[in-house]
């Protein structure tokens, strides 16, 4: 048995180290201004996809990301760690997307990449934090979906078998594929990437990419290895309807942004000898904080 | 009519806090908007779960019974939600930020295509212009979140598409009684008409659900542990000292990572919002998303051996010192002096 599975991975900003120029004044967010990481989850999606590899030898791995054109590094580092291949899916029509256009467009590009049997991706991206596109791409595909996995249990006769983390305990369902699985950061960490796949792929480029580097040297490594060209896609190739991408098909509009400063109380400070200390329960006793 | 409806979780036969909480809320928004407060509940052996529920001033609540909607699953669910809500065209859906609430609406909202907001902080009514469009809209949802890992705070609205849907965390708002009498009206749809047999694709095998025995969201004081106290050795001192004045303990993320502290001692942006009367942050140095979840608390005293710890804006007390060397002080204290 062979299973034909695609990562949905996505480029983020690193909201572990935001600066001030984060936000455009429009409240769209200034990509430029951060460093880009792989979202974390997406990485322990990309780990189950590549572990079902190994275990179902002939499975094949893709990835699918939509981004800005620098996102392509997201298919490089899939491929350094064990991908087959990998989708950027961009264009400018597809900024100012709100989770629902994001998953529409995605959507559109799964049916375009056609076969597959188990679409996985991370729980959530830490910029939006809303986890919510995992199971919109589902609806849209009119596939089951399976949210919070932490494992990847076993896959027999057309069915998958997966342990979910909740909040208050786990769950193990079982569903049919094709199916939309969403990782949870508890799953097995990511393998690092491959010196050998390094090498092999490091100049693997889009087209767009490739403008600045055309010269006969590189022109003829991309006819030679093609497995160096790396596929981009705009609205039009996955046949996407203009009105449900970007800003126009998004319902949900950011009125405002505020960066968050908490407001300053007077504090009394105490250095935490005895006396200081025995003062300050007095004092809470006596005014019924504590006691 | 377009009503506001509340999706209430069950298990067990327990209606989950946090719907309670957003029924409260949904009680003041729906009393500003003029319209009825309406909550649906699916699941099976739902006789008399109306109880819980009407003392929180809901209008309606819908009974979605059978067997095979509990446990939860995805789709059939959202089916429920889809179809019921094709007919009775609310105006807003709230839901917890739970982790149904979160499988459940994205699937709802994509289906109807109406924008969904997660994790709200806060939710009110308000107008909203559109310059471009040069249209403008009177009593919509401002549904606001933090995002950007707890950096900037946003207020989002759906301007065009019905229901507004926002998901809320557990503790974020209150649970209020309006009324112990408050009548309604109990409505039971046949799950027939709303779920199709084709929408039972998931199975659930195997399931553990623990019921929640810590519960720091309402204890009136929270002696709560950071990174900064070392180890979960040392964690018992803040046990220690929880015992003696009668508190519970809580946690920072950073602290909860490292094994010292239980997930759901979490307090802040991605664990539970509390505002207890006394808050006692022990090394915990203060970042923004563990003070989102905490601010409001009445009284802050901040132990932590940086003088220029973040927390130590927003403490009313800044004790400068180490947790090993303050709090066997404060529990000796008290112990000599409460009785
Ligand atoms: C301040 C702010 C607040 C926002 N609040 C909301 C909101 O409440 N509701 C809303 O609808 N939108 C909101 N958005 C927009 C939302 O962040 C974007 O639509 C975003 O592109 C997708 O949502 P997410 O980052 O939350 O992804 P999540 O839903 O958290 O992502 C889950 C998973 O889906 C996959 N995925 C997501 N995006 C991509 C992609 N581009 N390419 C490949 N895979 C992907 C990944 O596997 C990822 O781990 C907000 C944006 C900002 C700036
Ligand atoms: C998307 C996102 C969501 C998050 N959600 C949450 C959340 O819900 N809750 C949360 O708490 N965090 C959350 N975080 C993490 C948060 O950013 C911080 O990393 C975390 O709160 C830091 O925990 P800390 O203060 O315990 O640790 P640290 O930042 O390491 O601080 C330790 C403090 O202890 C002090 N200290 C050291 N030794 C001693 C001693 N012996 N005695 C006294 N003081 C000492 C130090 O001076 C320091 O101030 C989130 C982060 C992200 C990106």
Same mark, same amino acid.
């Given at each position: 048995m062979s299973l034909k599975i695609i990562v949905l991975a996505k480029q983020v900003p690193?909201?572990?180290? @935001?600066?001030?120029?984060?936000?455009?004044a429009d409240g769209? @967010?200034?990509?430029?201004?951060l460093p880009a990481i792989f979202n974390p989850e997406d990485l322990n999606a990309l780990e189950q996809a590549l572990q079902l590899k190994e275990q179902y030898p002939g499975s094949t791995v893709s990835l699918l990301t939509m981004g800005?054109?620098?996102?392509a590094d997201i298919i490089r580092e899939g491929l350094f760690r064990g991908t087959d291949g990998g989708v950027l899916l961009t264009?400018?029509?597809?900024?100012?997307?709100?989770t629902l256009a994001t998953s529409y467009a995605l959507a559109c590009a799964v049916k375009k990449m056609k076969d597959y049997d188990i679409i996985i991706g991370g729980r959530?991206?830490?910029?939006?934090? *809303?986890?919510?596109?995992g199971p919109q791409v589902a609806e849209k595909l009119g596939l089951p979906q399976i949210t919070y996995?932490?494992?990847?249990l076993k896959v027999q006769d057309g069915k998958i078998q997966v342990k979910r983390r909740l909040e208050r305990g786990v769950e193990v369902v079982e569903a049919k594929y094709p199916v939309v699985i969403t990782v949870n950061g508890s799953a097995d960490d990511c393998r690092p990437r491959n010196a050998k796949l390094i090498q092999r &792929?490091? &100049?693997?480029?889009t087209i767009s990419e490739r403008q600045n580097q055309d010269n006969d040297y590189f022109s003829n490594l991309y006819e030679n290895r093609p497995y160096l060209n790396l596929t981009e896609w705009s609205v039009s190739d996955v046949d996407a309807d203009l009105d449900q991408v970007g800003l126009a098909g998004s319902? *949900?509009? @950011?009125k405002q942004i505020e960066n968050v400063v908490f407001q300053a109380k007077e504090s009394k400070k105490l250095s935490g000898n005895d006396t200081e200390i025995d003062e300050l329960m007095k004092e809470l006793i006596v005014n019924h904080t504590i006691g | 009519m377009n009503n506001l409806f509340v999706y209430c979780e069950i298990e067990d036969g327990i209606i989950a806090d946090v719907s309670l909480e957003l029924l409260t809320k949904g009680r003041s928004l729906a009393n500003q908007l003029n319209c009825k407060l309406e909550a649906l509940v699916i699941g099976?052996? =739902?006789? $008399?779960v109306e109880k819980q529920i009407f003392?929180? $001033?809901?209008d309606t609540v819908y009974l979605v019974d059978? /067997? %095979? =909607?509990?446990?939860y699953t995805s789709q059939p669910h959202a089916s429920v939600l889809i179809n019921l809500f094709k007919e009775k065209k609310p105006q807003i859906c709230l839901m917890g930020a739970t982790s149904i609430g979160r499988d459940l609406g994205p699937r709802v909202s994509s289906a109807l295509h109406s924008g969904l907001t997660a994790d709200c902080t806060a939710l009110e009514i308000g107008s909203h212009e559109d310059k471009k469009a040069g249209k403008s809209y009177e009593? =919509?949802?401002?549904q606001i979140r933090p995002a950007f890992g707890g950096n900037i705070v946003a207020t989002i609205v759906?301007?065009?598409? %019905?229901?507004q849907m926002a998901t809320v965390r557990e503790g974020v708002m209150k649970k209020e009684i309006v009324s112990p009498t408050y009548k309604g009206e109990v409505v039971k749809l046949d799950a027939s008409k709303y779920v199709?047999?084709?929408?039972?694709v998931v199975s659930v095998i195997e399931r553990q659900i623990e019921?929640? /025995?810590?519960?720091?969201?309402?204890?009136?004081?929270i002696v709560a542990g950071g990174?900064?106290?070392?180890s979960k050795e040392n964690f018992k001192l803040l046990y220690d000292l929880a015992a003696t004045i009668g508190a519970e303990v809580g946690a920072s993320r950073a602290a909860v990572d490292a094994g010292?502290?239980?997930?759901?001692r979490q307090i802040g942006q991605t664990g539970v919002t509390v505002r207890p009367k006394l808050y006692i942050a022990c090394g915990?140095? $203060?970042?923004i998303q563990h003070i989102a $979840?905490?601010?409001?608390?009445?009284m802050i005293i901040a132990i932590n051996?940086?003088?220029?710890?973040?927390i130590n804006t927003i403490a009313d007390y800044v004790i400068t010192g180490t947790v090993e060397d303050i709090l066997p002080k404060m529990i000796k204290y008290y112990k000599k002096n409460s009785k």
């Amino acid at each position: 048995m062979s299973l034909k599975i695609i990562v949905l991975a996505k480029q983020v900003p690193d909201t572990r180290n @935001v600066g001030k120029d984060a936000m455009k004044a429009d409240g769209t @967010v200034n990509r430029a201004a951060l460093p880009a990481i792989f979202n974390p989850e997406d990485l322990n999606a990309l780990e189950q996809a590549l572990q079902l590899k190994e275990q179902y030898p002939g499975s094949t791995v893709s990835l699918l990301t939509m981004g800005p054109p620098r996102a392509a590094d997201i298919i490089r580092e899939g491929l350094f760690r064990g991908t087959d291949g990998g989708v950027l899916l961009t264009d400018r029509a597809f900024a100012g997307a709100d989770t629902l256009a994001t998953s529409y467009a995605l959507a559109c590009a799964v049916k375009k990449m056609k076969d597959y049997d188990i679409i996985i991706g991370g729980r959530q991206a830490i910029d939006g934090d *809303t986890a919510q596109v995992g199971p919109q791409v589902a609806e849209k595909l009119g596939l089951p979906q399976i949210t919070y996995a932490e494992k990847i249990l076993k896959v027999q006769d057309g069915k998958i078998q997966v342990k979910r983390r909740l909040e208050r305990g786990v769950e193990v369902v079982e569903a049919k594929y094709p199916v939309v699985i969403t990782v949870n950061g508890s799953a097995d960490d990511c393998r690092p990437r491959n010196a050998k796949l390094i090498q092999r &792929y490091k &100049y693997a480029k889009t087209i767009s990419e490739r403008q600045n580097q055309d010269n006969d040297y590189f022109s003829n490594l991309y006819e030679n290895r093609p497995y160096l060209n790396l596929t981009e896609w705009s609205v039009s190739d996955v046949d996407a309807d203009l009105d449900q991408v970007g800003l126009a098909g998004s319902p *949900t509009k @950011v009125k405002q942004i505020e960066n968050v400063v908490f407001q300053a109380k007077e504090s009394k400070k105490l250095s935490g000898n005895d006396t200081e200390i025995d003062e300050l329960m007095k004092e809470l006793i006596v005014n019924h904080t504590i006691g | 009519m377009n009503n506001l409806f509340v999706y209430c979780e069950i298990e067990d036969g327990i209606i989950a806090d946090v719907s309670l909480e957003l029924l409260t809320k949904g009680r003041s928004l729906a009393n500003q908007l003029n319209c009825k407060l309406e909550a649906l509940v699916i699941g099976s052996n =739902l006789d $008399g779960v109306e109880k819980q529920i009407f003392p929180y $001033g809901a209008d309606t609540v819908y009974l979605v019974d059978d /067997k %095979r =909607l509990y446990p939860y699953t995805s789709q059939p669910h959202a089916s429920v939600l889809i179809n019921l809500f094709k007919e009775k065209k609310p105006q807003i859906c709230l839901m917890g930020a739970t982790s149904i609430g979160r499988d459940l609406g994205p699937r709802v909202s994509s289906a109807l295509h109406s924008g969904l907001t997660a994790d709200c902080t806060a939710l009110e009514i308000g107008s909203h212009e559109d310059k471009k469009a040069g249209k403008s809209y009177e009593n =919509l949802l401002y549904q606001i979140r933090p995002a950007f890992g707890g950096n900037i705070v946003a207020t989002i609205v759906n301007p065009e598409c %019905r229901p507004q849907m926002a998901t809320v965390r557990e503790g974020v708002m209150k649970k209020e009684i309006v009324s112990p009498t408050y009548k309604g009206e109990v409505v039971k749809l046949d799950a027939s008409k709303y779920v199709s047999d084709t929408d039972f694709v998931v199975s659930v095998i195997e399931r553990q659900i623990e019921k929640s /025995k810590i519960n720091i969201k309402s204890a009136p004081i929270i002696v709560a542990g950071g990174y900064g106290v070392g180890s979960k050795e040392n964690f018992k001192l803040l046990y220690d000292l929880a015992a003696t004045i009668g508190a519970e303990v809580g946690a920072s993320r950073a602290a909860v990572d490292a094994g010292y502290a239980e997930h759901e001692r979490q307090i802040g942006q991605t664990g539970v919002t509390v505002r207890p009367k006394l808050y006692i942050a022990c090394g915990i140095s $203060g970042q923004i998303q563990h003070i989102a $979840g905490m601010q409001d608390s009445s009284m802050i005293i901040a132990i932590n051996n940086d003088p220029n710890a973040p927390i130590n804006t927003i403490a009313d007390y800044v004790i400068t010192g180490t947790v090993e060397d303050i709090l066997p002080k404060m529990i000796k204290y008290y112990k000599k002096n409460s009785k």
